[in-house]
């Protein structure tokens, strides 16, 4: 990085050589966490100083340093050499061993000689040690003391250390550092030099991750800064508008009179992207990444885009990087990963305190009102105050009139000027360098601004040195915001509209556009703007059809919905609310999650709620209940929650909108609803990853209630929640669940004991309400001892009350609810606490085969307990069907029973599992009669679906591996259900024979041989772990399974699954046959693009590794139409397959046709590894042997040329291509000229590649938006 010789230190001067001393021991302290107050210094170098310069003062059991040997420790730092001679008079002038050192030794400490022209190698540093030693030797009874010598060369070792002290010493040195600081003066105000940050009692810090806790002061938003950036990996995104003090903020991290516990600035290296530094910051993080070095960088104007790649650099496995990025756009702008936060406007006391200071002649009236004017902006109130003179009043100048006064700053009027930023404050940011072409933006806005173009040019140079336009490379920006906005409110006002649409819209190229649009969208006050966003969304114009719009067209949507949200609400509704509008946009589209992330912004105002929260339903009723990514059901629900919901609509409307939803028929908008209602009745946890920001429009996080409104927000919910119950509402099942999951929350949290209490007596009136009993026992159990008496006693009430009773409610409790919470049911009925899972698990199995005894000739209870028992449950039928079939009198009437009930339930909520439970509870009483069931089981429509589900209640055996073969021919069966035969060693009953016939005729059904494989593989793992040889039946089946099977659609399961039987059939004899048959086999589904290499790689390797002649004669093609298919194949997958065979072996084969195999291998392999670290690559072992063994090494290093085409990397691509240059020295000093020549040529082809690279990244480094 800032590489630092031994010869940059000799340059330095005494001064300069005493602060470096002082910069690294208070580094070397910082860093082991030390106290920087243990350090003293003073007084001239070579002035009788009494022997040291700088002085450590620790405890004595505090850590040591590298550089620090011990505890007290001194340092005598001298410019000049310090031969022998010298030594012995520094340290005993006149014979006498100096008083410090003395009291050095006596302290157990250490005495440090550094001398900056001091060049020694190992022989001359003892010299000068060992006259150290001697000089020390010759005081008697003086304890032993630590004695060193610090040359340049070790000195320049430990600045090294630190990049920021590395930089300083460049800089001291008057070297170039393109771009980059250490630690300083990086806001580049000279009034600011040397001043104390001044805190700001204001909360002006906004902490994105953390929303609900609200803004902070300054001083605890440095010290939460300064947590996240002392780690590496810390990653802090600070944003906010062009002059609020952004940099000064970042400079007080590193200020030790700021906070608590600065952040070194040793550590820390700074860039502003507008100064083009180089290395750009992609490559300098990359360096420090891959060095382990640990550095906190930060980087100033950077855009987004360069974030998201600067954060998954210095997030990689060796970084010791921490990274902090600054920006004046405060759009949507939270990267995954990354600690985002907002900086707001200074607080008028700080803003006059600041003017104070720089302007002292300007009085308190005058401070005030610029205060007033700036909004917090410190760049304006400073422009402003440098624009008054000593003796004149603006306390009652008008906003315009400061307005005009900032414009001109003491100088003359300027009607070209002020009409040159008016138009280029049209715009967020413009090209200001291109003059001529499709791409070039300065042509339009000088006709804009009835100039020519090199007039308007020269104007923008005249305010960028008025600091009101802002350069990054060859854009400009009119800055800070406000004056922007100020300034293209007034060009819309004294310019035509279709002037500006003509030109702009028309005219102009799209960058230009859409910045445009984004400059729009912060004039909501401006009517001209109003008029032109409501012009382009009225139907048939601009932005008039929503689902017709092109990506741009979308994002200007989305730029300039903060002038009208009206209007575009309307346009939305126009477009979407159509039947098949939403449903037309595709799920995994990013513009569906982008429209509905504008529509949950438009339901912040409470009078566009209720038809902006029925749009956004229709997104999420027309996704699948399934669907994760791109889902935009939490955008939806968000608007529901308490906290942070981004609306201000009543808790009324939020509950109109969930009953419209519940009382629709489709089933997809109910579950919709529900989702939004246990949103309302979350108790705790309450998070948004939404941008609450919309233009300039003042914006919170929605309604923040106080407790009292929080009460009655779940007063109103809950009795929502019970009129629906009341009323036979067919969700009542779910919303007691609702109700129950939050119950304890609302209880402790919210205090809502009374509604609760009316709420359980209304619900037990209607029905049982046994999860809400659970949930009661639960609050009883973990909080009983932090409550009131009588509080409690009511609890309890209520807990009695919901108690199931009888059997009936007794039975639900225990079978129906999830497994779980059936435990709670066997403490109430056995008395005991549960120990262990285990424990309680047999316990509740055992409870519910004695209620399924009871129930079985209880026939009330059975007849209404049954439709739920053959529906989908996560409780225990199984351990219940046992007892049924255990207490009833008839056991083919119960069957029937519970086969007519399983049979007229919904297809989609059916369970088998108390039939399951059934047969094997009826097998201990009569295997003849279960296995009349099972027979009948296999024809049955509704049964014969779960036959195999059911034939595994009991032992398969021939019979059952009968009705196996008699269920394939009827179809009966979906493929999935023959999946149940994989569990648990159920197949081993089955005769070897009779399974291997049924696996091969399910292999016939589609997608069934992959269902037979994993069957085999599960009939097979036993035999392995018990070291039993695998029956010949099993071996010629798979050997039949293999080649059957079809590639086409092959999951990481089936992989696996055929790696193991393809064990067991190569290793048998005839193994070869099957290899090659099974190589063509893939090699045509690869080559015809039906699968693969990369799904099928690790069959592949082992293939190449049982049987690699073969394999290799298979895929490594001399001729043929899929060559090239196949060879990218192959080098994509960087030859892994290649590498499971011995080299030998490998350049045998070559050798058979040298002419052909080896540029074949050469384009099937990558020519490039990852090295030991991941950071960095090297030659791969097989391109060196390749290159080694070829006859004509030309061939193959064409046929490795590619790997320099296509590159994967993380980071900086520039940075990719500098380590493939590394990884090619050994080939640039190869034996053969032909290699060294190869090398050399790519090597300059290389550095081409990465310049044309860096200039890349810093063009899209530099932009503004």
């Not at 921490?322 to 936060?341: A, N, Q, R």
């Not at 000027?417 to 413009?430: D, G, I, M, Q, T």
């Not at 190589?1079 to 049987?1107: P, V, W």
């Not at 011995?1142 to 020519?1167: G, H, M, S, T």
Request: negative net charge.
């Amino acid at each position: 990085m800032f590489e630092v010789t031994g010869e940059d230190i000799s340059n330095l001067n005494d001064v300069d050589l005493r602060t470096l001393v002082v910069k690294l021991c208070e580094a070397e302290l910082r860093r082991v966490d030390l106290p920087v107050s243990a350090l003293t210094a003073g007084g001239d170098q070579n002035a009788p100083d009494g022997g040291l310069d700088v002085r450590i003062a620790l405890n004595e059991q505090d850590k040591q340093t590298d550089f620090i040997p011990r505890s007290n420790t001194g340092f005598q730092v001298k410019v000049p050499d310090m031969p022998r001679s010298a030594i012995l008079e520094e340290m005993a002038p006149d014979g006498n061993l100096r008083p410090v050192i003395q009291e050095l030794a006596h302290k157990q400490g250490a005495y440090v000689i550094v001398s900056s022209h001091g060049s020694t190698a190992d022989r001359p540093l003892q010299n000068r040690v060992l006259a150290m030693q001697e000089t020390v030797g010759g005081v008697p009874d003086l304890p032993p003391i630590h004695l060193d010598f610090y040359d340049r060369d070790r000195l320049a070792t430990w600045v090294r250390q630190y990049p920021g002290v590395s930089l300083w010493v460049q800089t001291q040195l008057g070297k170039s550092t393109s771009g980059w600081q250490g630690y300083g003066n990086w806001s580049g105000r000279s009034e600011q030099i040397g001043t104390k940050y001044m805190l700001d009692e204001k909360c002006r810090l906004y902490d994105a991750q953390d929303p609900k806790g609200g803004k902070l002061t300054v001083e605890k938003g440095v010290n939460r800064l300064r947590e996240v950036l002392v780690n590496p990996k810390g990653i802090v995104r600070l944003i906010g508008l062009s002059g609020v003090g952004k940099t000064r903020f970042v400079e007080a991290l590193f200020d030790s009179s700021v906070g608590e516990k600065a952040l070194d600035p040793a550590v820390v290296v700074y860039t502003d992207i507008a100064a083009e530094p180089s290395p750009s910051p992609r490559d300098m993080i990359h360096r420090f990444a891959q060095s382990a070095q640990r550095a906190i960088i930060v980087v100033d104007n950077c855009p987004p885009s360069t974030h998201h790649e600067l954060a998954k650099i210095s997030a990689s496995a060796l970084s010791s990087v921490s990274l902090l990025t600054v920006e004046y756009d405060v759009g949507e702008d939270e990267p995954e990963g990354t600690e985002v936060f907002r900086l707001e406007g200074a607080s008028g006391d700080v803003i006059e305190n600041i003017i104070e200071k720089v302007a002292p002649h300007i009085s308190q009236v005058n401070r005030r009102r610029i205060s007033e004017f700036s909004g917090g902006n410190f760049r304006i109130a400073l422009v402003l105050a440098k624009s008054i003179d000593r003796s004149e009043s603006v306390a009652k100048l008008s906003d315009n009139d400061l307005f005009s006064r900032l414009f001109r700053q003491r100088r003359s009027e300027n009607s070209d000027l002020l009409r040159a930023a008016e138009v280029c404050s049209l715009v967020y940011s413009f090209n200001g360098e291109v003059a001529e072409g499709q791409e070039a933006e300065l042509p339009i806005l000088a006709k804009l601004a009835e100039l020519s173009v090199p007039e308007l040019f020269r104007n923008v140079q005249e305010l960028k040195e008025r600091e009101l336009v802002q350069q990054r490379s060859k854009w400009r920006a009119v800055l800070p915001h406000a004056l922007a906005n100020k300034l293209a409110q007034r060009a819309l006002e004294r310019t035509m509209l279709s002037v500006i649409s003509d030109a702009l819209v028309f005219e102009g190229p799209e960058r230009l556009l859409k910045s445009f649009s984004r400059r729009i969208g912060y004039l909501h006050h401006s009517e001209n703007a109003q008029r032109l966003v409501t012009q382009w969304l009225s139907e048939g114009s601009l932005l008039g059809q929503v689902n017709k719009l092109n990506p741009l067209e979308l994002d200007m949507l989305r730029n300039v919905a903060p002038v009208n949200p009206e209007a575009t609400l309307a346009a939305l509704e126009r477009s979407l609310g159509i039947p098949g509008g939403v449903e037309g946009i595709t799920p995994l589209s990013e513009r569906r999650y982008k429209i509905a992330a504008l529509i949950a912004n438009l339901a912040f105002d409470a009078g566009l709620f209720e038809r902006a929260s029925a749009l956004l339903a229709r997104f999420v009723i027309a996704e699948a209940a399934t669907q994760k990514f791109n889902s935009t059901r939490g955008v939806f629900d968000g608007l529901f929650q308490l906290y942070l919901s981004g609306t201000h609509a009543s808790v009324q409307q939020r509950l109109n909108c969930i009953d419209t939803l519940l009382s629709s028929p489709n089933t997809r908008s109910q579950t919709v609803g529900l989702g939004a209602l246990e949103r309302m009745l979350e108790p705790y946890h309450f998070s948004s990853t939404r941008n609450f920001e919309f233009g300039a429009r003042p914006r919170d996080f929605g309604w923040e209630p106080t407790t009292h409104e929080a009460v009655g927000w779940f007063r109103a919910v809950l009795m929502f929640v019970l009129q629906k119950i009341i009323s036979g509402h067919k969700c009542t099942c779910q919303l007691k669940s609702l109700v129950a999951t939050n119950f304890r929350g609302i209880l402790t949290k919210w205090g809502m004991l009374n509604e609760l209490e009316e709420l359980a007596e209304k619900i037990i009136e209607c029905e049982s309400w046994p999860d809400g009993w659970l949930r009661v026992r639960e609050v009883i159990k973990d909080s009983a001892a932090k409550m009131q008496p009588e509080v409690l006693e009511r609890i309890k009430r209520i807990e009695n009350l919901l108690r199931p009773k009888d059997l009936l409610e007794q039975s639900k409790a225990c079978v129906l609810l999830p497994q779980w919470s059936s435990f709670e049911f066997s403490e109430v009925v056995s008395g005991a606490e549960k120990k262990d899972f285990q424990t309680s698990f047999s316990k509740v199995d055992t409870i519910s085969e004695e209620l399924g005894k009871v129930v079985a000739v209880t026939p009330d209870v059975f007849s209404q307990l049954l439709p739920d028992l053959v529906k989908d449950s996560h409780g225990r039928g199984v351990a219940f069907g046992i007892g049924l079939a255990q207490g009833a009198t008839n056991l083919h009437e119960m069957w029937e029973v519970l086969k007519t009930a399983f049979t007229t339930a919904p297809e989609l909520v059916q369970t088998p599992m108390v039939l399951r439970g059934f047969l094997i509870g009826a097998s201990q009483r009569s295997l003849k009669i279960v296995s009349s069931f099972l027979d009948s089981a296999v024809s049955d429509p509704a049964l014969g679906k779960v036959f195999p589900f059911l034939q595994c209640a009991v032992e398969i055996g021939s019979r059952g591996g009968q009705r196996l073969l008699e269920s394939l021919p009827l179809g009966i069966v979906p493929l999935w259900g023959y999946k149940y035969l994989c569990t648990g060693g159920v197949t081993a009953s089955i005769p070897n024979a009779q399974l291997k016939q049924f696996l091969i005729e399910l292999s016939h059904r589609p997608s069934g041989c992959a269902v037979a494989i994993e069957i085999l593989v599960m009939r097979i793992y036993p035999l392995k772990g018990a070291s039993l040889s695998v029956p010949q039946e099993f071996i010629s089946c798979g050997c039949e399974l293999l080649l059957r099977y079809d590639f086409t659609d092959v999951v990481p399961n089936d992989v696996s699954n055929i790696c193991e039987i393809l064990k067991v059939c190569l290793a048998s004899q005839g193994g070869g046959g099957l290899a090659q048959k099974i190589c063509l086999n893939l090699i045509h589904s690869i080559s015809d693009g039906q699968t693969s290499f990369s799904k099928c790689s690790r069959i592949i390797e082992e293939l190449f590794e049982a049987t690699p002649l073969i394999a290799l004669d298979v895929f490594i093609p001399p001729k043929g139409d899929k060559r090239v298919r196949l060879l990218y194949e192959f080098w994509q997958n960087k030859g892994i397959a290649l590498r499971r065979v011995q080299p030998a072996v490998l350049i045998d084969w070559a050798n058979e046709e040298p002419k052909i195999r080896f540029p074949e291998l050469a384009e099937a392999i990558d020519l490039f590894v990852s090295a030991d670290s991941s950071s960095s690559i090297a030659i791969s072992p097989e391109a060196l042997q390749l290159i080694s063994a070829a006859p004509d090494k030309s061939i193959v290093l064409a046929g490795l040329e590619k790997s320099f085409d296509s590159i994967s990397w993380c980071g900086s691509l520039s940075e990719a291509y500098d380590m493939r240059r590394s990884a090619l020295r050994p080939l640039k000093n190869h034996l053969s000229e032909v290699v060294v020549s190869w090398a050399c040529e790519w090597d300059a082809n290389l550095i081409r590649r990465a310049e044309a690279e860096r200039s890349r990244e810093r063009a899209e480094d530099e932009r503004f938006e």
